[in-house]
């Protein structure tokens, strides 16, 4: 078996987890969002040093099967509001004011569409129809669309859409210079209900432009490389499939969805029966809660609170992170959402930056070791967070840079808490797991405040998102509406989607006798198992059933091992120290370098655990055990859960 390279690409750094049989190396790479390509393979080219002791990146990519990848990307460009300006055009019996019932859903429009929208009245004769669709593509060019949607009612099944569309492709023929792409919302879903399938439509065509720039550039440099498989990109339904074969929209919060598979696969390992994982990044905190042992997914998934047409991951991303900017607002710290990203990044990057973030923080604090930061790749400049602390935070407070320090730390932390605690109530069973370069920082801090007395810090931590990628499957879901519930009509509608299941596959490279495949039948919002000829009871007297059949290809996973609770573990000793303000304090903390401590070992905060690729603060009060296969986990002892 060849290589298996997993890349999840952050607003602020690029994670790279590469599978060689029972091994794992990783590396990061600093996001460039200029070219996302090139910070791709930056670190592929820097994997290939790792495993052959030059950088070699060609033989890298020859001897890989599969590489799979997954971004923040689109989650960040809507937290941000940074896309394309979109216009709608609307069919009779659909409007504006449908798809705004609420002040959310209004801000969402006037950011995303604003005054770019038309109605069309496809009562009209074709002549008129035809006139008043030129006159509607040319207003809303005018007004600045670069980009625009159509769609009408579901009572036809998309014929008007249809229509309009034989009218534009027509006068607007695709091949000429300036031509605007257009998206039909019935092609892009199937869905009855008008408002979802045109949010989804729209929230697709915002996301469009900047993944497929990106992903197909990327896909003929790999190509140059010689790569032996097409880049299969990995989807917020948890498969994964090529570039020409993946919708924009499934790009969304596909990041937070690998974390949500690796803490999966975690979790059931060591037998966790309440897990919430927390993933800090660069610019967002994408929380997690698993349920009845599997992800949570929410059958008409949520986007930045709108409902669509597709499932989703249940995943809360919050405008939280490692670069998340700390500013004066009223004279109050607000944490987020924006960010700085990783151009210029936070001030101790040394890029330019002058807005303070956490990173800048911890930094001053002393958690931080400039020195050592992504495994010393990047050396961080103290001097220039600390005046970015002094200049935005301390002085509009008029207070010190400690005292700044410390309200920047219990801001950031309260943030994180307050989105725990929105996704559920955490009961003495659950487990924190933090992960993401970020999560382990203040991972005890946020877990006391949250009422969480054990945290797992997986070994993979900073690349967690990208090893869990690794647990996906090469697969493809389609969904037809039968409106003949007959024995016969049923037969066809399945017929309609093995041929489409058969086509995608194809084009993968796979033939569908090697896949498994699964027939669901959809009634309103459930999902029921359907094998043969006749319907579920649930659906009867329905006139028409919408059946989904998912296909999958399995591709090979690492296999997890490790315990908990032996008895082999030795003391951890440290060796060094690093003076760290804690609790307004600054102590000389013990610090442990993972790299030159043996596992299984054990030990007791307060303490300052490093890696090359995160450093998480032990409080006291919490003591720690370490396995065999790297994980750790932390365990607040009874006294200090007392004094909280």
Same mark, same amino acid.
């Given at each position: 078996?060849?290589?298996?390279?997993?890349?999840?690409?952050?607003?602020?750094?690029?994670?790279?987890?590469?599978?060689?049989?029972?091994?794992?190396?990783?590396?990061?790479?600093?996001?460039?969002?200029?070219?996302?390509?090139?910070?791709?393979?930056?670190?592929?080219?820097?994997?290939?040093?790792?495993?052959?002791?030059?950088?070699?990146?060609?033989?890298?990519?020859?001897?890989?099967?599969?590489?799979?990848?997954?971004?923040?990307?689109?989650?960040?460009?809507?937290?941000?509001?940074?896309?394309?300006?979109?216009?709608?055009?609307?069919?009779?019996?659909?409007?504006?004011?449908?798809?705004?019932?609420?002040?959310?859903?209004?801000?969402?429009?006037?950011?995303?569409?604003?005054?770019?929208?038309?109605?069309?009245?496809?009562?009209?004769?074709?002549?008129?129809?035809?006139?008043?669709?030129?006159?509607?593509?040319?207003?809303?060019?005018?007004?600045?669309?670069?980009?625009?949607?159509?769609?009408?009612?579901?009572?036809?099944?998309?014929?008007?859409?249809?229509?309009?569309?034989?009218?534009?492709?027509?006068?607007?023929?695709?091949?000429?210079?300036?031509?605007?792409?257009?998206?039909?919302?019935?092609?892009?879903?199937?869905?009855?209900?008008?408002?979802?399938?045109?949010?989804?439509?729209?929230?697709?065509?915002?996301?469009?432009?900047?993944?497929?720039?990106?992903?197909?550039?990327?896909?003929?440099?790999?190509?140059?490389?010689?790569?032996?498989?097409?880049?299969?990109?990995?989807?917020?339904?948890?498969?994964?499939?090529?570039?020409?074969?993946?919708?924009?929209?499934?790009?969304?919060?596909?990041?937070?969805?690998?974390?949500?598979?690796?803490?999966?696969?975690?979790?059931?390992?060591?037998?966790?029966?309440?897990?919430?994982?927390?993933?800090?990044?660069?610019?967002?905190?994408?929380?997690?809660?698993?349920?009845?042992?599997?992800?949570?997914?929410?059958?008409?998934?949520? =986007?930045?609170? %709108?409902?669509?047409?597709?499932?989703?991951?249940?995943?809360?991303?919050? @405008? #939280? *992170?490692? $670069?998340? &900017?700390?500013?004066?607002?009223?004279?109050?710290?607000?944490?987020?959402?924006?960010?700085?990203?990783?151009?210029?990044?936070?001030?101790?990057?040394?890029?330019?930056?002058?807005?303070?973030?956490?990173?800048?923080?911890?930094?001053?604090?002393?958690?931080?070791?400039?020195?050592?930061?992504?495994?010393?790749?990047?050396?961080?400049?103290?001097?220039?967070?600390?005046?970015?602390?002094?200049?935005?935070?301390?002085?509009?407070?008029?207070?010190?840079?400690?005292?700044?320090?410390?309200?920047?730390?219990?801001?950031?932390?309260?943030?994180?808490?307050?989105?725990?605690?929105?996704?559920?109530?955490?009961?003495?069973?659950?487990?924190?797991?933090?992960?993401?370069?970020?999560?382990?920082?203040?991972?005890?801090?946020?877990?006391?405040?949250?009422? =969480?007395?054990? %945290?797992?810090?997986?070994?993979?931590?900073?690349?967690?998102?990208?090893? @869990? #990628? *690794?647990? $996906?499957? &090469?697969?493809?879901?389609?969904?037809?509406?039968?409106?003949?519930?007959?024995?016969?009509?049923?037969?066809?509608?399945?017929?309609?989607?093995?041929?489409?299941?058969?086509?995608?596959?194809?084009?993968?490279?796979?033939?569908?006798?090697?896949?498994?495949?699964?027939?669901?039948?959809?009634?309103?919002?459930?999902?029921?198992?359907?094998?043969?000829?006749?319907?579920?009871?649930?659906?009867?007297?329905?006139?028409?059933?919408?059946?989904?059949?998912?296909?999958?290809?399995?591709?090979?996973?690492?296999?997890?091992?490790?315990?908990?609770?032996?008895?082999?573990?030795?003391?951890?000793?440290?060796?060094?120290?690093?003076?760290?303000?804690?609790?307004?304090?600054?102590?000389?903390?013990?610090?442990?370098?993972?790299?030159?401590?043996?596992?299984?070992?054990?030990?007791?905060?307060?303490?300052?655990?490093?890696?090359?690729?995160?450093?998480?603060? #032990?409080?006291?009060?919490?003591?720690?055990?370490?396995?065999?296969?790297?994980?750790?986990?932390?365990?607040?002892?009874?006294?200090?859960?007392?004094?909280?």
């Amino acid at each position: 078996m060849g290589l298996l390279i997993n890349i999840d690409t952050g607003g602020t750094l690029t994670d790279f987890c590469i599978v060689d049989g029972d091994r794992i190396h990783r590396t990061k790479s600093v996001t460039t969002a200029f070219d996302l390509s090139r910070c791709l393979f930056d670190g592929l080219t820097k994997a290939s040093e790792q495993l052959y002791g030059t950088e070699d990146l060609r033989r890298l990519i020859a001897s890989t099967d599969h590489i799979r990848y997954s971004t923040t990307q689109g989650t960040n460009a809507l937290v941000e509001r940074k896309g394309p300006r979109l216009g709608l055009i609307y069919l009779t019996g659909l409007d504006a004011d449908q798809l705004t019932p609420d002040a959310n859903s209004r801000d969402l429009y006037a950011q995303l569409i604003d005054q770019r929208h038309v109605t069309l009245d496809v009562s009209r004769d074709e002549k008129r129809l035809e006139r008043e669709a030129v006159s509607a593509v040319n207003h809303l060019a005018l007004a600045g669309a670069v980009r625009l949607i159509v769609a009408g009612p579901d009572r036809n099944r998309g014929v008007d859409e249809r229509r309009v569309k034989h009218i534009l492709l027509r006068k607007f023929p695709p091949h000429l210079l300036g031509a605007l792409p257009v998206l039909y919302s019935h092609e892009l879903v199937a869905d009855a209900d008008d408002v979802r399938r045109t949010w989804t439509a729209v929230l697709n065509a915002f996301l469009h432009p900047g993944m497929e720039r990106f992903l197909y550039s990327t896909e003929h440099r790999l190509r140059e490389q010689k790569i032996r498989k097409p880049l299969l990109i990995f989807r917020n339904d948890g498969g994964a499939s090529r570039v020409a074969r993946t919708p924009a929209i499934k790009t969304y919060s596909s990041g937070p969805r690998g974390g949500a598979e690796a803490l999966h696969a975690l979790a059931s390992h060591y037998g966790f029966t309440s897990t919430i994982g927390i993933d800090v990044g660069g610019t967002t905190t994408d929380l997690t809660a698993l349920k009845d042992g599997g992800v949570r997914t929410q059958r008409h998934g949520i =986007i930045e609170g %709108v409902t669509t047409s597709l499932p989703l991951c249940d995943v809360t991303s919050v @405008g #939280v *992170g490692g $670069s998340s &900017i700390i500013r004066v607002v009223n004279a109050a710290l607000r944490v987020g959402p924006d960010s700085v990203g990783s151009t210029p990044g936070p001030a101790c990057f040394g890029f330019g930056g002058t807005l303070p973030t956490i990173t800048d923080a911890l930094l001053a604090m002393g958690l931080l070791n400039p020195q050592t930061y992504l495994g010393g790749a990047l050396r961080l400049d103290p001097t220039a967070g600390r005046a970015a602390i002094e200049a935005q935070v301390a002085q509009p407070l008029g207070i010190d840079v400690e005292t700044a320090l410390t309200r920047m730390e219990s801001a950031w932390v309260s943030k994180v808490v307050d989105a725990i605690r929105s996704i559920g109530k955490p009961t003495s069973e659950t487990v924190l797991a933090a992960f993401g370069g970020a999560g382990p920082l203040l991972a005890t801090r946020v877990a006391a405040a949250a009422g =969480i007395t054990r %945290v797992l810090i997986p070994g993979l931590a900073a690349v967690f998102s990208a090893f @869990g #990628v *690794g647990f $996906s499957d &090469i697969v493809h879901e389609f969904e037809q509406t039968a409106e003949q519930l007959t024995a016969t009509g049923l037969k066809a509608t399945k017929d309609e989607l093995i041929d489409l299941a058969r086509r995608a596959m194809f084009a993968e490279g796979i033939e569908l006798d090697e896949c498994i495949l699964a027939f669901h039948v959809l009634p309103g919002d459930q999902e029921l198992p359907f094998t043969g000829a006749s319907l579920p009871q649930q659906v009867n007297g329905r006139s028409a059933v919408t059946l989904r059949l998912r296909a999958v290809r399995s591709l090979p996973r690492f296999k997890l091992a490790g315990a908990f609770g032996g008895t082999d573990a030795k003391p951890i000793q440290p060796r060094s120290t690093r003076r760290t303000l804690v609790h307004s304090q600054w102590l000389d903390l013990p610090v442990i370098t993972l790299s030159q401590t043996s596992a299984p070992s054990r030990g007791a905060g307060p303490l300052v655990l490093e890696e090359d690729f995160f450093t998480a603060l #032990v409080d006291a009060g919490w003591s720690l055990e370490r396995n065999s296969a790297g994980d750790i986990l932390l365990t607040q002892d009874r006294a200090s859960r007392e004094r909280l």
